[in-house]
């Protein structure tokens, strides 16, 4: 009885991971020309100062609008692009599409342009022997203020091979573009190395604030790294904040940044730009969001 539902479990294994080869296949084949097809876009998440309320920076995240299967996340896709490799150029197309639409938004939303955008990078992307000229090529080619493009890279990977990983980022830094710790918290590194890194923001993950009410530490871990943060003067970016009473305790934490749902989800541009247009302080007279329309 038991060897025979043994069995029976196995042949269902099998089929199922077949499944997952064949499926993991075909992202892959198609992955390689979803460029080409114009199926990769953007949307925006506002990161926004706790105190002000105004935003601060757009974090680009990408999309792949499959003709068939319709939207499918990164998370579905980014891991099987940098094993394959694809990620170099995906990686490429995202940090020169982010550049082309804040010279674009610089010109259609003016004033209103958000101050800074985020462009997560792969391991295998930062450790392109021409990394730096490519980024180099897409500030110079949008003609964008340097310091407005922040670049996220994990924790884990820059723990991975920490001299080399240094010296990338501060060659990166010498362009004068800024680096965000992006999931900090979720990492094996050490609070204690976190000043050998030349970094500019930590994003702490959204684990901590979704753990935050239910869990002690987590209140006074996040505490731990916003006083450690303000010591080695790296903002600090809290992801994931979802509702009201989080912010509460997030702000009286001195958190200066947050980024979630409770702002603003993802947006298209179309979405940003009424998003931006709906939360400056100017009086609703100076408003005009189809006056920007791009
Ligand atoms: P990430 O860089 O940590 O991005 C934040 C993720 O959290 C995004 O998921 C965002 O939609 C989601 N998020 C934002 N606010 C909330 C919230 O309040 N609650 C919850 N539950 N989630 C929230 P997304 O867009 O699916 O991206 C997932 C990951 O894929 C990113 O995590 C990043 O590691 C990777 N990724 C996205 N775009 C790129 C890219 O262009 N290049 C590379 N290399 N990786 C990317
Ligand atoms: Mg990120
Ligand atoms: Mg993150
Ligand atoms: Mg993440």
């Given at each position: 009885e038991a060897k025979k539902s043994g069995r029976a479990h196995y042949?269902?294994?099998d089929r199922d991971l077949r499944e997952q080869a064949e499926a993991?296949?075909?992202i892959e084949?198609?992955?390689h020309t979803a460029i080409e097809r114009r199926e990769l876009n953007l949307v925006y998440q506002p990161i926004i100062s706790l105190e002000s309320g105004k935003i601060e920076g757009v974090e680009a995240l990408i999309r792949w609008n499959h003709q068939e299967h319709g939207m499918i996340g990164p998370e579905r896709f980014i891991s099987i692009?940098?094993?394959t490799g694809i990620i170099e150029s995906i990686g490429n197309w995202v940090l020169q599409e982010a550049c082309r639409q804040m010279a674009e938004w610089e010109k259609t939303l003016g004033s209103l342009t958000p101050p800074s955008i985020h462009v997560n990078v792969s391991r295998r992307q930062l450790l392109l022997p021409n990394f730096c000229r490519i980024v180099t090529q897409a500030i110079t080619e949008h003609n964008i203020a340097s310091h407005r493009l922040h670049l996220e890279v994990t924790e884990s990977m820059i723990m991975h091979d920490r001299e080399t990983s240094i010296a990338i980022l501060r060659e990166l830094k010498q362009l004068?573009?800024?680096i965000d710790i992006d999931d900090f918290g979720t990492?094996?590194?050490s609070l204690s190395c976190l000043h050998e890194f030349p970094i500019d923001v930590l994003k702490i993950d959204r684990e901590f604030v979704a753990n935050l009410n239910q869990v002690q530490n987590f209140g006074a871990l996040l505490h731990t790294i916003v006083a450690l943060a303000d010591n080695l003067n790296l903002k600090v970016v809290v992801e994931g904040i979802e509702n009201g009473e989080q912010l509460t305790l997030i702000q009286a934490m001195g958190c200066e940044f947050g980024q979630g749902y409770l702002?603003?989800?993802p947006l298209t541009v179309q979405r940003l730009q009424d998003f931006?247009?709906?939360?400056?302080?100017?009086p609703p007279s100076n408003r005009n969001p189809t006056s920007a329309s791009s």
């Open positions: 042949v269902v294994f993991r296949l075909r084949y198609e992955l692009a940098e094993e004068g573009v800024q990492g094996y590194s702002f603003s989800a931006v247009c709906s939360t400056t302080e100017f």
